[in-house]
């Protein structure tokens, strides 16, 4: 009976010390346990660059998400448009609410159109419709590529002069134009990229959607 107490005591113990063992090693490989690393977003880097790059992987992958950190919560991202004679202008906050003039398409319609875009540190170049032959590969422009360069340009085109917009729209156009920084041009289509750098991330502020010589 002394035996028999003795093998039951030994059994307790193995067992116990079996079950430490494996709540140690649960913890010790559990990587939600172990990662506090916080996630950086989309457009946390002070790198144009880089930031470019996650914002055209975001569009290629439809990503909502990634494309509104890119959106700033106080200045928005005007999307311009031509519907006709003037252009259009739409705010937004969630790139998800946006409908493209043509059918509401979304935002992520132009992706396709948009395949490629290695940035070109370099002036825009030169554009006249009467040089542009889409069925023969002439975008119009004197050089083809996808450029960055200064928006001093697009700062002083006055889109939002001729779009019907309400003097309280002109005036959050007017406070936001100071922060953009650089502008992308991709010829191919003529569609531009105007982003600023705005609490410590970069932002898209205005694109512009807008196939040249349509109206």
């Given at each position: 009976m002394q035996k028999l107490s003795r093998l039951l005591m030994a059994?307790?113990?193995?067992?116990?010390?079996?079950t430490d063992r494996s709540a140690s090693n649960t913890a010790e490989t559990d990587p939600a346990a172990s990662d506090t690393t916080a996630k950086p977003s989309a457009s946390a880097t002070t790198d144009f660059d880089a930031a470019f790059a996650r914002f055209f992987e975001a569009l290629?992958?439809?990503?909502?998400?990634?494309?509104?950190?890119?959106?700033?919560?106080?200045?928005?991202?005007?999307?311009?448009?031509?519907?006709?004679?003037v252009p259009k202008m739409t705010q937004v906050y969630d790139i998800s609410k946006f409908g493209r003039e043509y059918q509401s398409k979304s935002f992520f319609t132009i992706a396709p159109e948009v395949q490629h875009c290695k940035l070109t540190k370099e002036a825009f170049p030169a554009?006249?419709?009467?040089?542009?032959?889409?069925?023969?590969?002439?975008?119009?422009?004197?050089?083809d590529g996808c450029f960055v360069w200064e928006p001093d340009?697009?700062?002083?085109?006055?889109?939002?002069?001729?779009?019907?917009?309400?003097?309280?729209?002109?005036?959050r156009i007017k406070e936001t134009l100071p922060h953009i920084q650089r502008s992308v041009l991709h010829t191919k289509t003529a569609f531009e990229f105007h982003f600023g750098y705005v609490d410590a991330q970069w932002h898209l502020l205005f694109t512009k959607i807008i196939y040249p010589c349509s109206a």
């Open positions: 059994l307790l113990l193995l067992s116990a010390c079996s290629h992958n439809s990503d909502t998400a990634a494309i509104n950190q890119f959106i700033h919560p106080t200045y928005g991202l005007w999307i311009i448009e031509q519907p006709g004679a554009f006249d419709c009467a040089e542009m032959n889409y069925d023969a590969g002439k975008t119009g422009f004197s050089k340009k697009f700062k002083s085109s006055g889109y939002w002069n001729y779009a019907n917009l309400s003097e309280s729209q002109l005036q």
